[in-house]
């Protein structure tokens, strides 16, 4: 049941989504002023591509960034779990991506399936072996895809190697002397100079993105409400991930404390975040809504507006008019924010964001910062829709 082959088969079967497609500007309508709601469904037909404006603070570098030309060797530690099997994936259809190493315990001497560029066995590398690996100058870089908690003897093994070092886990995401990588929010710049980048999770992937185009007019806490599917969990059986438990059902937990608030808060400047998970019975995709308090009366028109500009030539956030649909985000790569739904005083909108938890959530964004930070074009080797 949480075999990660089903995972691959899964993930083999629906490749067939179709490369980047170029941005169509759609007009605005025109909308009365004053009609603070439902304005976003109004607009759900054009609204569905970003505009090209050009008020994105941190616009994808393009060719500035996309120079090297040389493959890269790479060793995927925890490349037996859901995040791993994804990562895998996405290096068979990258050009210039040449995995060499895939670590599990459990799957080792076995044959990798599901990459076709060479031919791979799965090994138990110790964190001895990995250093020694990198010591003999075989690896340019090495993707942790480990639970929280296990990367640190890999880490300090590799020590001040110059290798790429990209973490999956929370147990860098609050380290300074590691980036942060949601290349969207942070600067791009920055995530292509480094060697040691933390990937964000998933909720908090959504959640920031959702939330940072609103900052400078939040009026008061924000809630998010979220429900992810059980890949989310992992591979290790928890009441989480029991397909029996959750059959009709929809399971809170961690409803305060979880670390993805701390994660949300922290990267928005501590701005008071509370976060409230839940688990349901689907694979994969993240619904979350959130409830936004406002510190200026402003209409679904203005938010839309601000969330289109902000997000203007990104080609991993869609700005779409309804409220998103996690059946419509699986398996996909971006990010969908809408709904926009604002109430009568005009001082509150519910900000709704979808998201695939195995892609955007984690191995299309770790392949986004792995791609800046070897020097090739950020969304080289993701299906862009
Ligand atoms: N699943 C998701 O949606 C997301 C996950 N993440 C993060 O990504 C990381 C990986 O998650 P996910 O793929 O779901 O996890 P899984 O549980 O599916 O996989 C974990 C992997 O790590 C290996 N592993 C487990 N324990 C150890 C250990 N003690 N020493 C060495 N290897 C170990 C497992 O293989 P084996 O036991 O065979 O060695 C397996 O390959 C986690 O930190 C998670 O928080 C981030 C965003 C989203
Ligand atoms: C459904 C479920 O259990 N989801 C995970 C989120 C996965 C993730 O992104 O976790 P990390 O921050 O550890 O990387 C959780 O709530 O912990």
Redesign the pocket.
């Known amino acids: 049941m949480f075999s990660?082959t089903s995972r691959a088969v899964r993930i083999g079967a629906r490749r067939v989504a179709p490369r980047a497609a170029s941005i169509t500007v759609a007009p605005m309508p025109k909308i009365s002023l004053g009609q603070t709601t439902n304005i976003a469904r109004s607009l759900s037909s054009t609204a569905r591509l970003s505009y090209a404006t050009t008020t994105n603070p941190n616009p994808p570098l393009g060719k500035k960034n996309a120079s090297n030309e040389t493959p890269s060797r790479i060793g995927l530690?925890?490349?037996?779990?859901?995040?791993?099997q994804a990562l895998i994936d996405l290096f068979n259809d990258h050009p210039l991506i040449d995995l060499r190493h895939v670590?599990?315990?459990?799957?080792a001497g076995q044959e990798l399936k599901g990459y076709t560029k060479r031919n791979i066995v799965y090994e138990?590398l110790s964190a001895e072996d990995v250093a020694q690996l990198d010591k003999d100058g075989k690896v340019d870089c090495w993707v942790m895809?480990?639970?929280?908690g296990?990367c640190l003897p890999f880490v300090q093994a590799l020590g001040q190697s110059s290798s790429l070092i990209v973490d999956?886990?929370?147990d860098y995401r609050f380290d300074d002397s590691w980036s942060y990588g949601l290349p969207e929010l942070q600067k791009r710049g920055k995530i292509a100079q480094a060697t040691r980048i933390s990937?964000p999770?998933?909720y908090a992937t959504g959640s920031q993105l959702a939330l940072a185009p609103l900052l400078e007019h939040l009026g008061g806490p924000v809630n998010v409400f979220g429900a992810?599917g059980y890949?989310?969990?992992?591979?290790?059986p928890s009441p989480k991930n029991d397909v029996n438990l959750l059959r009709d059902n929809l399971i809170p937990y961690s409803l305060t404390g979880h670390i993805h608030e701390r994660e949300i808060s922290h990267q928005l400047g501590g701005a008071p975040v509370a976060f409230m998970p839940h688990v349901a019975s689907w694979f994969?995709g993240i619904h979350l809504t959130i409830n936004i308090p406002l510190n200026k009366t402003m209409t679904s028109r203005d938010i839309l507006q601000i969330y289109q500009d902000r997000y203007a030539g990104e080609k991993l956030v869609k700005i779409v008019g309804e409220p998103p649909l996690v059946k419509s985000i699986q398996n996909k790569h971006h990010v969908e924010i809408g709904g926009f739904a604002v109430d009568k005083t005009g001082k509150r909108v519910v900000v709704c964001a979808t998201i695939d938890?195995?892609n955007k959530?984690?191995a299309t964004q770790c392949l986004q910062n792995m791609n800046l930070a070897l020097g090739y074009d950020e969304y080289q080797g993701i299906p862009i829709e």
Do not use: M
């Open positions: 990660a530690i925890g490349a037996r779990g859901y995040t791993g670590s599990s315990r459990e799957l138990n895809a480990l639970p929280n296990v999956l886990s929370a990937n999770g998933c992810s890949s989310g969990a992992g591979t290790k994969s938890n195995l959530g984690a």
